[in-house]
């Protein structure tokens, strides 16, 4: 995938395409799979890099959503179950069973979550990703050895998926390019056309590369935009009303000691009543995460101090070492794009189902769900668009379409695991130029070949694209990250044919962002 080739056929096209989508993260990408694959003609344009928004600051679960058991929700979860299922059927190098563990400190809590997880796993049907069983003290600690063991009285063990958001994000725009889709990065939707009829009729996007404007036209568009999707719907009709509340939910990032086990900490019932997870995620421990009503939505939302707070205090009462703010390697923030019903409120009740909506302008939003579903949300938009656009009707094909990199035993990469088949591709980078193969930092297991293999093969454009999204290094440990910068600048300059001055730019602009991700240490 190279970008010129993108920008080239976007210019060559003199017809409408059938379909244009607008954002780049699970949603667009998504829709942008299932439109291609099955035989559309599809343009999808993101106003920055790809899983920029909320599609690279999940908590990487692929789930049913336990919560929403609770909830009485059965439809949702079985939802997501089955769409669990597919997602490791379809991308198996990139989806992976976590065992989760709830410990246990109250009597009534192991007949209780040992009952509801039992229906869980049921609900699962032959997409099932293990059974929950009831475990003693002494095996919930064989799992989890730095669980705080006062009161513990044993746990309760259930299964589900665990993944890496962005590397199965551009791994999707991967299939969708594969499938003939033209996706842009750095292209941001300034406008909206309409036609004499007053219905969209396409859009105006500019290059935020070189400031040049494109005029294109769609038989359909589709607004993908999350969290700004009300800013997309307002450039057709500037007075209709908000479809979207958007909280936000912050991560920490800690070093393996904290959770140096294989298995997840499920706390079901925070002191504000919500779930927090404690995860093993690429060799470090992940937690998260808070949910806070935000007013307007950015790119780089910022984590409050009462967030991190609560999340150093929840983790502190579950970890025998209780987490300080100068253990946190990273900080990574969040938009839930909660679509609003009733008075809107409290967005912890609002629904976390996917919804479909038409303007009076003809413009489609499709928003809501989770990262799980995708592929699902992406029929039903597809479905509709085609069915508005009058497109002719063509069945989705993505239940059992193999996501780019699909490889049975991806383990044996070790760590380029994550890329699937296109590991020997970057291995034989690795054997050509032995210097790429060298650790970029020693707290990182990333390596030059990675740099070289996401500029050329990826659309990888600035140094950010290739630290955040690409590997997850500014995710897992945001100064590591801050350190590499310099080295990542000078590999994609040789790529990219930069000037010394844009490497310096890069490399200020990604320190500048970095810091955003680090905490300071207070007293
Ligand atoms: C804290 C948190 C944890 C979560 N954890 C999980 C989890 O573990 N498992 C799970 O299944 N789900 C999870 N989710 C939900 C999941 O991450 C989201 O549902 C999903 O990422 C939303 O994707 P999206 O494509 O709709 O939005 P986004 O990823 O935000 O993508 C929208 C894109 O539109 C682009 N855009 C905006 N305006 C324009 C414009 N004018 N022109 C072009 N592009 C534009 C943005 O740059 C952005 O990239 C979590 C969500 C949050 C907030």
Known sequence: MRRSDMTARLEERRSP??????GGGATGVGIAVDAASRGYDVLLLEQHDFGKGTSSRSTKLVHGGVRYLEQG?????MEALKERGLLRQNAPHLVSNLAFVVPNYDWWEAPFYGLGLKIYNALAGKYGFGSSEVLSREETLARLPTINTEGLRGGVVYYDGQFDDTRLLINLVATAADQ??????????VALTKGTDGFVDGVVAADEETGQEWTIAARVVINATGAFSDSVRRLAEPDVTSLIAPSQGIHLVFDHSFLPSTSAIMVPHTSDGRVMFAIPWHGHTLVGTTDTPITTPTLEPVPLDEEIEFVLETAGRYLLKP????????VFVGIRPLVKSGDGKLTAALSRDHTIHFDASGLMTTTGGKWTTYRNMAEHA???AADFARLAERPCVTRSLNVHGFHSNADRFGALGVYGSDAPAIQDLMRATPSWSEPLHPQLPYVGAEVVWAT????????EDV???RTRALFLNARAAEAMAQEVARLMAAELDWSESRAVREVAAFTTLAKGYQLSTKG
Do not use: F
Not at 17 to 22: E, L, M, N, Q
């Open 323 to 330: 987490p300080t703010r100068k253990d946190v390697l990273s």
């Open 180 to 189: 003939g889709a033209t996706l842009v990065n750095y292209a941001r939707v």
């Open 73 to 77: 929700n059965i439809a949702l979860v």
């Open 467 to 469: 630290l955040a999204r």
């Open 456 to 463: 050329r093969h990826e659309m990888a454009r600035t140094v």
């Open 17 to 22: 395409w059938d379909i244009v989508v607008i």
């Open 382 to 384: 597809v479905d509709q």
